[in-house]
C-alpha cells in the first residue's frame, strides 16, 4: 500500500453529439484510454489544473461549466490514491500546429457504448464512471470549488 498523500487529479469531460472526447495515451508500456485529464500543480487552481491539461493533452481550449463529481480510487496494484476532480466544460476546436503531451498518441470521440466496449483499455475505472454520471445529469456549479490564496 502507498504511504504517499493522494494524487490530485482533474478531468474535463467534454461532450459533443452523443460522443466524447478522449486520448489514447501511453504513460508506460500499455496504451489505455482516459478522459483529458492530470495531476493539479502546486500553487494551481483545479479549474487552471482542467484548463491546462486540456489544452497540452488535445490541443483544445477549454471551458469549464460544471462539477460532474469528485472520485476517488485506489489503484490495487501500485496501493496508489487518487481523488479526481470531473468537470464538464466545451472545448474548441484542435489547434492543429500545437504539438500534444508526449504521452498521447490520439484523440477520440467515441460514445458510450464504443467506450464501454473498450472497458479493457480504460485507464481507471474512474473514466467510465465519470460518463455514466454525466449522463445522468450530475452536474454542480463551479461555486463550490474555493481556492484560497
Known sequence: MSTENPHVTVAAIIEHDDRFLLVEEQPA????LNQPAGHVEPGESILDAVIR???EETGRH?????LVGIYTW???????CFVR???HGRA????????????????????????WS??????SPMVLRVIDDYLAGHRHP???????T
Open 53 to 55: 491539461e486540456t489544452f
Open 74 to 80: 485506489t489503484n490495487p496494484r501500485t496501493g496508489a
Open 29 to 32: 508500456e500499455t496504451v489505455v
Open 142 to 148: 463551479l461555486s463550490i470549488l474555493t481556492d484560497i
Open 92 to 115: 474548441s476546436d484542435a489547434d492543429e500546429s500545437r504539438e500534444l503531451d508526449k504521452d498521447i498518441i490520439d484523440t477520440l470521440w467515441l460514445n458510450r457504448v464504443e467506450v
Open 85 to 87: 476532480f470531473a468537470i
Open 118 to 123: 473498450q472497458r479493457h483499455k480504460l485507464r
Open 62 to 66: 477549454f471551458t469549464p461549466d460544471a
